[in-house]
Structures are given as structure tokens and as C-alpha cells.
């Protein structure tokens, strides 16, 4: 099983794709020198969130 891409009905889930051969990454990234400088962290865009989806997908036990 080869997981390639993760989507979702609601508009404000942004689909991931990952790597179809090998390691995937999951990372958070600044794009613009404007965001180095504003202090923003690495916080909030979805990495935890995307690896408990991921545990869900897959079959875990539910988390109260």
C-alpha cells in the first residue's frame, strides 16, 4: 500500500501530495523574507494533525 495524496471534501483542508517513490517529509516552511523577519513559527500549519490523520486513515483506536 503506497499512500500518494490526501484530500478532503471541505474547502478549507489543503490536499497533500507526497513523494510516490521513497521518503516523503513532513515540514513546515516560511516562503518570504517578510515572514522570516515578523517572527512567525513553524506553529499551526497541520503537521501533527496531518500524522493523526494519517494514524486514523490506517485504523487506529478512537482519541478522546
Given amino acids: 500500500m ?3 495524496s490526501l484530500t478532503a471534501n471541505q474547502p478549507s483542508f489543503k490536499s497533500v501530495s507526497f513523494n510516490q517513490q521513497g521518503l516523503s517529509l513532513i515540514i513546515g516552511i516560511r516562503t518570504t523574507p517578510e515572514e522570516r523577519t515578523n517572527n ?3 506553529n499551526g500549519v497541520g503537521k501533527s494533525l496531518l500524522v493523526e ?3 486514523f ?3 487506529s483506536s ?3
Fill in 40 to 42: 512567525l513559527s513553524y
Fill in 53 to 55: 490523520i494519517i494514524h
Fill in 62 to 64: 478512537s482519541n478522546t
Fill in 57 to 59: 486513515c490506517l485504523g
Fill in 2 to 4: 503506497r499512500l500518494i
